[in-house]
């Protein structure tokens, strides 16, 4: 594993960051293997940096676009992950319909959901059960539990390494995420994580001994590159 960590002034800065990393890897990823995959974090920090990517010019019909979790809510819920990212940023680019792949929710079984999705993504990459695709970028956010997806601490979702996707809790609400394991098969992992009120869960994730299903981002160590980018207010005490 390789770990980048940087710590950028604030929250502008972190977006232009984490705008940026992204960029490169979409040229990377294009120029490579003619496509580029990015499975998208919920919760208010990534909302900038989806407006900011909606102004730039880039070959959509290139870029397919999957999300790592999601609450058990229709699309056009306030709370659902992929309305809000189709109203920052897809809604406004011209990306084929055909590479926007959300989770599905309205199938009244959040485990026959998880399913689906995980047919879904094993039709397109190509893989058999029990293999682990390599998305371009998993984009990640971290609460101040020190969850991340839907992945939230000691819950049953941790203790699931064999599939690709899998159903979380939150408070006795359902959702729908990505493991720990499929997490960890990107080639790029990046957490981008703003707020004082994230230090305390930080420091336990980034301290060399701690518990994981306490803390469940310290499970995330992809085989490619993990990036943390944080403001100053989350990281100034990580320098």
């Known amino acids: 594993m390789n770990r980048k960590?940087?710590?950028?002034?604030?929250?502008?800065?972190?977006?232009?960051?984490?705008?940026?990393?992204?960029?490169?890897?979409?040229?990377?990823?294009i120029e490579q293997r003619g496509r580029f995959t990015i499975a998208l974090s919920g919760g208010s920090t990534p909302k900038p940096l989806y407006e900011a990517i909606a102004t730039e010019n880039l070959p959509w019909d290139k870029i397919h676009v999957f999300w790592g979790d999601e609450r058990y809510v229709p699309s056009d819920h306030p709370d659902s992950n992929e309305g809000m990212a189709r109203r920052t940023w897809l809604d406004r680019v011209d990306i084929p319909a055909a590479n926007i792949h959300p989770m599905p929710t309205t199938e009244g079984d959040p485990a026959v959901s998880a399913a689906?999705?995980?047919?879904?993504?094993?039709?397109?990459?190509?893989?058999?059960?029990?293999?682990?695709?390599?998305?371009?970028?998993?984009?990640?956010?971290?609460?101040?539990?020190?969850?991340?997806?839907?992945?939230?601490?000691?819950?049953?979702?941790?203790?699931?390494?064999?599939?690709?996707?899998?159903?979380?809790?939150?408070?006795?609400?359902?959702?729908?995420?990505?493991?720990?394991?499929?997490?960890?098969?990107?080639?790029?992992?990046?957490?981008?994580?703003?707020?004082?009120?994230?230090?305390?869960?930080?420091?336990?994730?980034?301290?060399?001994?701690?518990?994981?299903?306490?803390?469940?981002?310290?499970?995330?160590?992809p085989q490619g590159e993990l990036w943390w980018l944080l403001d100053a207010a989350a990281g100034d005490e990580l320098k």
Request: net charge negative.
């Open 5 to 29: 960590v940087e710590i950028l002034p604030d929250q502008a800065a972190l977006i232009a960051r984490a705008k940026e990393l992204i960029l490169s890897k979409i040229n990377a990823a």
């Open 116 to 221: 689906k999705y995980e047919q879904e993504l094993q039709e397109f990459f190509h893989c058999s059960p029990g293999e682990f695709p390599a998305l371009d970028v998993m984009l990640q956010g971290m609460g101040d539990d020190g969850h991340t997806a839907s992945l939230f601490p000691h819950t049953e979702a941790l203790k699931v390494s064999d599939r690709l996707v899998t159903v979380g809790n939150k408070d006795g609400n359902p959702r729908i995420t990505f493991t720990y394991s499929f997490i960890n098969a990107a080639r790029c992992v990046i957490f981008v994580v703003a707020g004082a009120n994230k230090k305390p869960a930080l420091a336990q994730v980034f301290a060399l001994q701690a518990d994981s299903f306490t803390y469940p981002s310290r499970l995330i160590q």
